[in-house]
């Protein structure tokens, strides 16, 4: 597992400006609690990160997106590198993953 990397100086506490804050952040999206970071699945998958259970109902969205290239990408991952996920381990079906 990597960490994801802040900027020189963050206080880990800055999702509007550092990515790796983002990517473990829950924030306001449009509205409603979610990861305010474009494909987040994919970095964690990258990185091996394990998912924390508290963005498992933020990954089941992922899989609606309009983006169907996308989609099909992060199922692809799924297959080929296994998710990790809190609680379950790793998961190698985004069918196991909703
Ligand atoms: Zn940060």
Redesign the pocket.
Known sequence: MSE????DG??????D??????L?TIVDVDGKPGINYTAWPLSYIKNNRVIPRAFRAFLSEEFLSDNTAYVNNLKKQIADKGILIEGIGRVTSWMLVK
């Open positions: 994801f990397r802040h900027y963050c206080r880990n506490k800055d999702p400006n550092c990515g790796a804050c983002a473990t």
